[in-house]
DNA sequence: AAACCGTGGTG
DNA sequence: TCACCAAGGTT
């Protein structure tokens, strides 16, 4: 597809300059980023973009800390059991990511002798690393011009050049313009410096335009329309689904989880066991088959406990209320019975920590 | 290619 | 309260 070019190169070249002499002098201490003039961490940048994917720095900086502390290299990210990744992830969400995370451990360490590619082509084969991550790393670690747009640049590129058409199919167009600035010199530090700009100036909501360094250059704020950029596709609805899950205490006070399949939602995570989830609110009568014992294995009758555990995920609500019981004794099941003082160490997702908390607060 | 995949902060 | 949004990738 052919663009007509939105300005000469000795404006791109202008701006870029401006850009990077406003990062030289506003640039963020992030644990990740290497001290100006020192050579970046290539295990450290792949690190920090797969955090940093659909994910802010706030939320990420103590993962990684904690992931540098534990395991300082690739060789040893890889020499780590999933399970341990997974459970140091546990929190930070899209949980795939952990596990293309350690796979991309392994067949780096064990194919390359632990050193990354340099090069986006061979970067992007690598799993979890799409296109965003791949140019990421090749620029901030490698030094390399390559084409960062992630979700700042999309915003910046849009009202810098008033860019109306709605997110996302109008990516390409954005990325076409976001590579009419890319300088070839200082290739990480740029990549760095327009997603700073994106994130702190140039925000989703009321963007800082006086502080910034292309206000004068800004047609999105030339035309008074910088807030509303970018534009997107409305999104479909998120209904609501409904489920009931199991809080089973054995004889010794250990209480009954599972791990998930690995694939699909929460994949390979641990939970509460619980009924499918689905939009009809369910009755415990109906909701029993679906428990991981049957009542002839419990001392008791379920007990549903009062409150409601609501979450929400990418695309629906869910609202999961609990149903306690005793076992009669440890009684053999598919699972793990985990006393109650190692749930912290358990991979438990945010949604299940919200059950515990519930089961731990109502239930014996 | 459209759907799927978490969580926490924000207004 | 609730929709929106993040340094996206995979299928």
């Known amino acids: 597809?052919?663009?007509?070019?939105?300005?000469?190169?000795?404006?791109?070249?202008?701006?870029?300059?401006?850009?990077?002499?406003?990062?030289?002098?506003?640039?963020?201490?992030?644990?990740?980023?290497?001290?100006?003039?020192?050579?970046?961490?290539?295990?450290?940048?792949?690190?920090?973009?797969?955090?940093?994917?659909?994910?802010?720095?706030?939320?990420?900086?103590?993962?990684?800390?904690?992931?540098?502390?534990?395991?300082?290299?690739?060789?040893?990210?890889?020499?780590?059991?999933?399970?341990?990744?997974?459970?140091?992830?546990?929190?930070?969400?899209?949980?795939?990511?952990?596990?293309?995370?350690?796979?991309?451990?392994k067949t780096v360490t064990e194919w390359r002798g632990g050193h990354f590619p340099e090069d986006e082509e061979s970067l992007r084969r690598l799993p979890g690393i799409g296109d965003y991550t791949a140019a990421a790393i090749a620029a901030i670690a490698f030094g390399h011009r390559a084409v960062v747009v992630d979700g700042n640049v999309e915003r910046v590129m849009a009202r810098l050049f008033a860019v109306?058409?709605?997110?996302?199919?109008?990516?390409?167009?954005?990325?076409?313009?976001?590579?009419?600035?890319?300088?070839?010199?200082?290739?990480?530090?740029?990549?760095?410096?327009?997603?700073?700009?994106?994130?702190?100036?140039?925000?989703?909501?009321?963007?800082?335009?006086?502080l910034c360094p292309w206000r004068e250059a800004c047609r999105g704020l030339a035309q008074g329309i910088e807030a509303?950029?970018?534009?997107?596709?409305?999104?479909?609805?998120?209904?609501?689904?409904?489920?009931i899950a199991f809080w089973i205490v054995a004889r010794d006070g250990s209480v009954l989880l599972r791990r998930r399949p690995p694939q699909g939602l929460l994949g390979g995570m641990m939970e509460v066991p619980s009924t499918e989830w689905r939009p009809e609110v369910w009755d415990l009568d109906e909701a029993q088959s679906f428990a991981p014992l049957p009542a002839a294995r419990l001392a008791e009758p379920w007990r549903p406990l009062p409150g409601l555990v609501r979450h929400t995920f990418t695309h629906f609500h869910l609202e999961l209320t609990v149903v306690a019981a005793r076992a009669t004794g440890q009684p053999p099941v598919r699972g793990l019975w985990c006393p109650l003082d190692r749930l912290a160490e358990q991979a438990l997702p945010t949604l299940m920590r919200k059950v515990v908390r519930l089961a731990l607060s109502k239930a014996y």
């Open 1 to 105: 597809m052919l663009y007509c070019s939105p300005m000469p190169l000795s404006d791109a070249r202008a701006l870029s300059d401006r850009l990077l002499a406003w990062y030289d002098r506003d640039r963020r201490l992030l644990p990740w980023r290497a001290a100006p003039g020192e050579p970046a961490d290539a295990y450290r940048v792949w690190l920090s973009e797969v955090m940093l994917q659909q994910t802010t720095v706030a939320a990420v900086i103590p993962y990684f800390n904690a992931f540098l502390a534990r395991w300082p290299t690739v060789a040893a990210l890889a020499a780590a059991p999933v399970e341990e990744v997974m459970q140091a992830w546990a929190g930070l969400g899209y949980y795939a990511r952990a596990r293309n995370l350690h796979q991309c451990a």
């Open 164 to 210: 109306t058409d709605p997110l996302p199919g109008v990516k390409p167009r954005l990325k076409a313009l976001a590579a009419e600035l890319t300088p070839t010199e200082r290739a990480g530090d740029y990549a760095q410096a327009v997603m700073d700009l994106g994130a702190t100036l140039c925000s989703p909501r009321s963007p800082a335009c006086g």
């Open 228 to 243: 509303s950029l970018p534009a997107r596709a409305p999104k479909p609805e998120r209904p609501t689904r409904r489920g």
